[in-house]
């Protein structure tokens, strides 16, 4: 028998033995029309952005540099965490906060979706890195996919193409490791038949084999569920990595702080999906003298240095942002980047004269095409832009960049901040005791669902560190984790952890705090905290200001809702527990036990 030949898979750019054989193996499963090896330049950019635009994908955005509108199938709008697997070996190793398959299981219903999944269509092999390029250990991945729409994203989101593929051999020819993520969006085309704007699939699977560092996609064409270097490889698989090997990857944003007397800071801060984390990296501060710089948005991971501190690196190059509510008010540096142009926006409206618009941008010009691609007006019942719908922005374009975002030795943290969207319950900042202490309010967090995942949303869940949908094992492994971490390091050394809410309400529904930039104010407390300088009122739930001990000189708001925001409620807080109780009861023989005296303690301090 001869081997199937398929144009473009042996035009390899690389020697690379095990990346061949496995594109080889993937071509022969998917059956695509053609391979092409993706090399990251602008002529392939200028390339597939045309093909795209031809295939009713993209629209050219006439308003913004070299940048496109894309509406998504509407049942493709967001991640699917019902439909997102931690295949180990083990059940317990995937833990009960996710599912689980056996592997050879889900190998073998996924390998019989994957046959000819690709025909009619191009398969692109995009090596790429998460974390700079310089790094001693680059941490390399391939994704396999046959979405143009994919390689573009990947562009912006990694550092991808020849750059990347040049660190997969060494110079003395040691081909290093890489993570393989295959992605199809399960779109066959038959011979003449008419491709649509959004292929995918209705049946879908976001499956991770951590033992084998493993991703395989299958069906969407969503950024979590197919941006494959994002969730998948630099939290679900990293996660895995750092419990492996000493360190951990998690859901946070990293920004740099200078004080009014030059001192650095860097801030690393984990609130869910749609909780506020790229607002927060980008924040123009509303206080004096005070600046914030961006370092990531989304994604920490974190090494102890040689010091003895805790050293935080940014591994994507991107951010896909949440654009419903971000404007020249809320997120004044998240305009300003993509006003450059060189972006991508999926599911916002587009405005008659080729730009785009959204829910919370301004005033809604009298015609749009909303993201369900139909005639909108203001007055509309329909939102003009779904609620998950993003922007993808080079990070590199961004004016408040830090300029060490891009050094792999990262960055030392001073605080860790934990945080969720809770309409009561929750104060404003409340500062831990300790590691352990703190261990236990990031292990317990909640927040109400958000639109960036399928589902009803506004429902309050324990979401622990954020990281509910993207912890790669075990949680009580996980959480024990957190807790060995803390031991390695001197207590002075290890950051000191914050538990935040921005998203207190009043009875009649409105924010009790401003928010946004005017979140610099609980930023500086806790910096003076560190520094011995701020005071606070020890509660049963930790240390938090009065209004008295934050800065709001020329607050925006009301001091009684600032005062409200503040408030700890032993009653709201008593209800609290059994929540909490639940949660750990779900969590099982693997919570460790420090967590359990934690909650002892709590209920102890409630009386
Ligand atoms: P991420 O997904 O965690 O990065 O969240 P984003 O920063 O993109 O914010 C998600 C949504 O929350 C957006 O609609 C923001 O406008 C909104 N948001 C962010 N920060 C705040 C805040 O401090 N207060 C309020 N009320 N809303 C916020
Ligand atoms: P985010 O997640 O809301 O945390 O930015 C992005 C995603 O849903 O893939
Ligand atoms: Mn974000």
Request: proline share 6%; hydrophobic share 40%; net charge negative.
């Amino acid at each position: 028998m001869t081997a199937v030949t398929i144009p473009g898979v042996d035009q390899a750019p690389t020697t690379h033995k095990r990346l061949l054989a496995w594109v080889r193996e993937v071509a022969e499963l998917t059956a695509p029309e053609q391979v092409v090896w993706v090399d990251g330049s602008e002529e392939e950019w200028t390339r597939l952005t045309d093909k795209l635009v031809d295939a009713g994908t993209f629209t050219r955005l006439d308003k913004k540099p070299n940048s496109f509108y894309a509406a998504s199938d509407p049942n493709d709008v967001a991640r699917v965490e019902e439909r997102t697997y931690i295949c180990a070996v083990d059940e317990a190793d995937a833990g009960p906060t996710n599912n689980w398959m056996d592997p050879a299981e889900m190998k073998s219903i996924m390998t019989e979706l994957y046959r000819g999944s690709m025909r009619g269509r191009t398969m692109y092999v995009i090596p790429f890195c998460m974390g700079p390029l310089n790094a001693e250990n680059p941490m390399l991945g391939v994704e396999i996919t046959d979405s143009e729409y994919v390689v573009v994203s990947m562009k912006i989101m990694t550092r991808m193409g020849t750059k990347a593929l040049d660190r997969f051999i060494d110079a003395d020819g040691t081909e290093r490791d890489f993570v393989p993520a295959l992605h199809s969006i399960g779109a066959p085309l038959e011979p003449g038949q008419a491709d649509v704007a959004w292929p995918c699939n209705d049946t879908k699977y976001i499956v991770h084999f951590p033992e084998e560092r493993l991703i395989w996609s299958f069906g969407s064409g969503y950024g979590g569920n197919a941006l494959l270097g994002k969730k998948c490889y630099s939290l679900r698989i990293a996660s895995v990595i750092g419990r492996d090997e000493g360190w951990l990857a998690e859901h946070m944003l990293i920004l740099k702080l200078t004080s009014p007397e030059d001192k650095v800071y860097y801030v690393a801060a984990a609130f869910p999906s749609a909780c506020g984390k790229t607002n927060l990296a980008m924040l123009d501060p509303t206080i004096p003298g005070w600046k914030v710089e961006t370092i990531g948005d989304d994604i920490a991971w974190m090494r102890f240095g040689e010091d003895g501190r805790l050293y935080a690196v940014n591994p994507e190059n991107g951010f896909f942002g949440v654009a419903p509510g971000t404007d020249y008010h809320t997120n004044p540096n998240a305009m300003r980047t993509i006003a450059k142009g060189n972006s991508l926006f999926t599911n916002v409206a587009l405005t008659d004269d080729g730009d785009i618009w959204w829910e919370g941008i301004g005033d809604a010009p009298e015609h749009l095409t909303s993201w369900k691609k139909a005639d909108w007006a203001p007055g509309s019942e329909e939102k003009a832009a779904h609620p998950n719908s993003r922007y993808c922005t080079p990070i590199d374009q961004c004016d408040t960049k830090a300029a060490e975002w891009d050094d792999p030795k990262g960055v030392p943290i001073s605080a860790i901040f934990f945080g969720g969207r809770r309409a009561t319950t929750i104060p404003l900042v409340t500062e831990s005791r300790d590691w352990q202490h703190g261990t236990f309010m990031g292990a317990t967090l909640s927040s109400e669902t958000t639109a960036a995942a399928v589902g009803k949303t506004g429902v309050v869940r324990r979401d622990p560190m954020a990281m509910l949908p993207f912890i790669g094992y075990n949680a009580g492994d996980y959480f024990n984790h957190w807790i060995e971490t803390g031991k390695r390091a001197d207590a002075t050394k290890l950051p000191k952890i914050f538990y935040v809410n921005w998203f207190r309400r009043g009875d009649d529904k409105r924010f009790l705090w401003p928010g946004f930039g005017e979140n610099s104010r609980v930023l500086k407390w806790a910096i003076e905290r560190i520094e011995g300088k701020a005071a606070a009122r020890e509660t049963p739930i930790g240390w938090v200001p009065t209004a008295d001990e934050l800065d709001l000189d020329g607050v925006e708001g009301d001091r009684a809702d600032i005062e409200a925001a503040l408030e700890v409620s032993a009653e709201e807080w008593r209800a609290e527990i059994p929540l909490i109780e639940e949660w750990f009861d779900k969590i099982g023989d693997k919570l460790p036990t420090p967590l359990r005296d934690e909650l002892e303690a709590l209920k102890q301090r409630l009386g």
